[in-house]
């Protein structure tokens, strides 16, 4: 069982991913935009971190780019999960750090594969 924050200001957002997380057997961890997912990442250490992009305060490029940049937290995989799906701020994102890139609306089948890619066996 893996520990997954998930970061959306969407509380619609936040409950479906939660679900689908649970639904894997992992346990979820929330936050509800980008500043408090750095936090948090920084606080819990989790598994893998699940990044919504467009949030108030600090946006996911942000936020991701803060994790990835930070010795206490790049070694934790991001996925961004985003309505973004130009292929532009598919290469943004990348460069900013995360690991892998996930369009809204989620296809429950394509965010399990991701996970499966990412975490540890």
């Known amino acids: 069982m893996a520990r997954i924050l998930i970061v959306d200001d969407s509380p619609s957002q936040l409950l479906g991913i ?8 992992h346990e979820a961890l929330t936050a509800e935009d ?8 920084k606080r819990e250490r989790p598994d893998l971190i699940l990044m919504d992009v467009v949030m108030p305060n600090l946006n996911g490029f942000q936020a991701t780019r803060t994790i990835s940049k930070d010795p206490e937290t790049s070694h934790i995989p991001v996925v961004l999960i985003t309505t973004k799906d130009q292929e532009t701020d598919k ?5 900013q750090g995360a690991k892998a890139y996930v369009t809204k609306p989620i296809k ?3 965010l399990v594969t991701t996970l499966k ?3 540890p066996a």
């Open 18 to 25: 939660k679900r689908i997380v649970e639904k894997l057997g």
């Open 34 to 41: 980008g500043a408090a997912g750095v936090e948090a990442a």
């Open 91 to 95: 290469v943004w994102g990348l460069r």
């Open 108 to 110: 429950e089948e394509e």
């Open 117 to 119: 890619e990412l975490l």
